[in-house]
């Protein structure tokens, strides 16, 4: 789908350069939280998805806290049972305290970053998305900075020289956004929403 | 349902600790962010330099080798640290315990069948936090 011949994902990075912090980590959040809503909601039953999770022994601390914050607990309840049931009870029974091996959502976290820093080669080869960064954005933090180096570093060279100058969000800087315990996102895009409209008038 | 006491322990050390932080210090990701809910001026907007030692993992570390009490008062996360060490009459313990809690997150989920009414005291929670350890998180 466009917009004005932009793709979606343009116009997702469009949207983050106005975002108050490291745009990457708004674009991520934004599709991780999105992604475990979609589970809890539409696909705690899917045996596909049950069995990967169950076969990780459950998720990572950070990401099952993250899920907590849904407050479904029903959804919950159903995945865990099943991680208790089939991972953590049969392995008490053979004297192992397991831990959890894997997380879908880390894997899901480093596929979106992966996705969002290739789009954003193409989003700056648009200049007046260059432009709308250079003036908006705020600074990647360091760990983003770090994976834009190392995933695209042709586009890491062109984005550098503008990087220093660039308004920062501590402590987020350091270590990369906290994971969202509330939909941030919906609230930003109506704020944003409500400029443009300002403007317009 | 009883609390992990080392988690119980923990949290309540480190309340004390960010509530008596006066000028920001170096912390890990996890810690930091319990401090920003208790002190959230003391880091908005600081610059802080990543160093190695987080004080606050060494104070859980502490706590958690000081521990000599009961083994079936604790959480799985931090039974792990003393796993070999376990006798066998609390592996049948925790075997039994854990298919209680299994039974109860079972009825939990029952009780949001047609025609029922999902049950209003339920201590989903607790239980993920003897499974996961995360009663020792400020949340």
């Known amino acids: ?117 290739l789009a954003l080669e193409e989003v700056l080869r648009n200049k007046d998305s260059f432009e709308l960064w250079k003036e908006n954005a705020y600074d990647f933090c360091q760990p983003h900075k770090e994976l834009i180096k190392n995933t695209a570093p042709n586009l890491y060279k062109k984005i550098e020289p503008f990087l220093n100058t660039k308004k920062r969000k501590y402590p987020e800087y ?9 939909d941030f996102a919906e609230l930003f895009l109506k704020k944003l929403q409500m400029m443009r409209y300002n403007k317009i008038k | 349902m009883n609390e992990c006491t ?5 949290k309540e050390e480190k309340e004390k600790f960010y509530k008596l932080l006066n000028k920001p210090v170096y912390l890990c990701k996890e810690h930091l962010k319990e401090a920003l809910l208790l002190n959230p001026k003391l880091y908005q907007d600081k610059e802080i330099q990543k160093e190695e030692i987080c004080p606050v993992c060494q104070l859980e570390k502490r ?23 376990i006798p066998e009459n609390t592996w049948k313990i925790l075997i039994k315990e854990w298919e209680d809690y299994l039974k109860h997150i079972h009825n939990v989920i029952e009780s949001y069948s047609y025609n029922k009414t999902p049950l209003k005291e339920n201590n ?14 400020i949340r």
Request: net charge neutral; hydrophobic share 35%; proline share 2%.
């Open chain 2, 63 to 85: 706590i958690i080798s000081y521990y000599d009490g009961n083994f079936s008062d604790l959480c799985l996360y931090h039974l792990k640290y003393f796993e070999d060490k």
């Open chain 2, 6 to 10: 080392i988690c119980k322990k923990i």
């Open chain 1, 174 to 182: 350091i270590y990369k956004a906290f994971p969202w315990d509330r």
């Open chain 1, 1 to 117: 789908m466009e917009k004005n011949n932009k793709s979606l994902l343009h116009l997702s990075w469009e949207t983050a350069f106005f975002w108050e912090g490291c745009p990457l980590c708004f674009l991520v959040q934004k599709s991780l939280r999105s992604y475990m809503e979609n589970i809890l909601y539409e696909s705690v039953n899917d045996p596909s998805l049950r069995k990967e999770i169950r076969e990780k022994g459950g998720f990572c601390e950070e990401h099952s806290l993250q899920l907590f914050s849904f407050n479904d607990l029903l959804g919950i309840s159903i995945i865990y049972e099943d991680i208790i049931k089939n991972y953590t009870l049969p392995n008490l029974r053979k004297k192992i305290i397991a831990n959890n091996i894997s997380c879908i959502f880390c894997e899901k976290e480093k596929e979106y970053e992966r996705l969002y820093i």
């Open chain 2, 124 to 137: 989903v929670m607790e239980i993920l936090n003897l499974l996961l350890g995360t009663g020792r998180k």
